[in-house]
């Protein structure tokens, strides 16, 4: 795999490599006008808080198909 590359082995399709990109762009996006929209929310609350989301999301994307 190269360096700075996101694709897993297997996901090396240049257009679902692009898409992640933009989905990635707007999850941080979100997060940050989210936190804005809150601002008693310390950077450490943030960091527990994205630690917890990414730990669903991997949760809930490992017990998904891996053929779609």
């Known amino acids: 795999m190269p360096p700075n590359s996101c694709a897993r082995p297997g996901t090396?399709?240049?257009?679902?490599?692009?898409?992640?990109?933009?989905?990635?762009?707007?999850?941080?996006?979100?997060?940050?006008?989210?936190?804005i929209d809150n601002p008693d929310q310390s950077p450490e609350a943030m960091t527990r808080?994205?630690?917890?989301?990414?730990?669903?999301?991997?949760?809930i994307f490992a017990a998904g198909d891996d053929n779609t």
Request: aromatic share 8%.
């Open 49 to 59: 808080r994205c630690t917890r989301l990414t730990e669903a999301a991997h949760t």
């Open 12 to 35: 090396t399709n240049p257009l679902d490599a692009d898409a992640l990109k933009h989905t990635w762009r707007g999850l941080c996006t979100a997060l940050v006008r989210w936190w």
